[in-house]
């Protein structure tokens, strides 16, 4: 599969896409008035929020040279650097942002205020629900974990013996969790979850937290990993402890180090949400919503829709070669 190939095609449907909703882009592409568009991401240069700005840099493109991007955010996981991000662009006077929230009521003051003063906020990935936000791009997280179950369930049937990581707070990682489960059950009804632990977000207390659990549940046969830390502390666990031929992983997410052990045999498969996709759609709904039409939908907003679910796919080593090589910015 040819990257380039497949995100043209990607480019070209969500462009239909944006045709379809906002018929005033071939005016404002001939006005040539130049806007710019902020991402807002809370752990910058992240080879998932890199494959998002990716989709926001072409999706601009599409739509014309007047169009500008600026990525945005802290090096480390702080929501309230991410907020403060939020406000310096408002004081800016951008014409949108595109943000992810790193943590929801953290952010909710400063989303409102870009709202209250006229600019569009869409977030993607990591929802605030809560907020005045306009809509949200991104993965159903609890479908996510179902297509996860399921292929468990094809996996191992009912002699699925499942070991989980996660770690508690986010509602995102919980809604995967909640999906895994339930379509674990319904599919392989004799299927069980033998055990969850806390991997607090880290590669190395997850490998710490899974190397006990297996140790203390040795009928697990499947580790599900609910976000991108836990694989590869998945896979250095059952490395250490020699499981390698008895324990499947389901990873979440590629990053470098995810598929390197889909490589090498270490990670059975992933699931591939689609981060290029909601950047690309983030930044059409928040172009969308900058440019009021006269049929008057949205109030002060122009046509947007609420909600986008990006998707997911199940990725196995055959099908990972067009994200060995992500963007960088």
Do not use: C
């Amino acid at each position: 599969m040819n990257i380039a190939k497949s995100m043209t095609k990607l480019s070209l449907m969500a462009l239909g896409m944006l045709l379809l909703v906002t018929p005033f882009v071939q005016t404002a592409v001939a006005q040539q008035e130049e806007e710019t568009y902020g991402m807002v991401v809370f752990l910058r240069g992240s080879e998932f929020f890199n494959w998002a700005y990716a989709g926001m840099v072409d999706a601009a493109a599409a739509i014309g040279p007047h169009i500008k991007t600026e990525l945005q955010g802290p090096a480390e996981w702080d929501a309230s650097l991410q907020a403060r991000a939020i406000d310096q662009l408002v004081a800016r006077g951008l014409d949108g942002i595109v943000a992810t929230a790193g943590d929801a009521e953290t952010m909710i003051p400063s989303i409102d205020r870009a709202i209250s003063r006229g600019m569009p906020v869409i977030t993607f990935d990591s929802d605030a629900p809560d907020s005045d936000r306009l809509a949200f791009v991104g993965t159903n997280n609890y479908q996510a974990g179902f297509q996860a179950g399921l292929t468990v369930a094809e996996w191992l049937g009912d002699d699925a013996r499942v070991g989980v990581s996660l770690f508690p707070g986010p509602t995102h990682i919980r809604a995967r969790v909640d999906g895994f489960r339930d379509a674990l059950l319904q599919a392989a009804p004799g299927a069980q979850i033998v055990a969850e632990v806390n991997d607090e977000g880290s590669v190395s207390q997850a490998e710490t937290a899974i190397t006990a659990m297996l140790q203390a549940n040795p009928q697990i046969n499947v580790i599900f990993a609910s976000h991108g830390n836990p694989g590869p502390g998945a896979a250095a666990a059952v490395r250490n402890l020699g499981l390698q031929d008895s324990v499947d992983i389901m990873g979440f997410d590629f990053g470098a180090p995810v598929l390197e052990l889909i490589q090498n045999g270490e990670i059975r498969a992933t699931v591939g949400q689609n981060p290029y996709l909601m950047g690309y759609m983030g930044l059409l709904l928040a172009h969308s919503a900058r440019h009021q039409t006269d049929v008057p939908l949205f109030g002060e907003f122009g046509p947007h829709p609420g909600l986008i679910d990006t998707g997911v796919q199940i990725l196995y080593v055959d099908d990972i070669e067009p994200f060995l090589n992500p963007p960088s910015f």
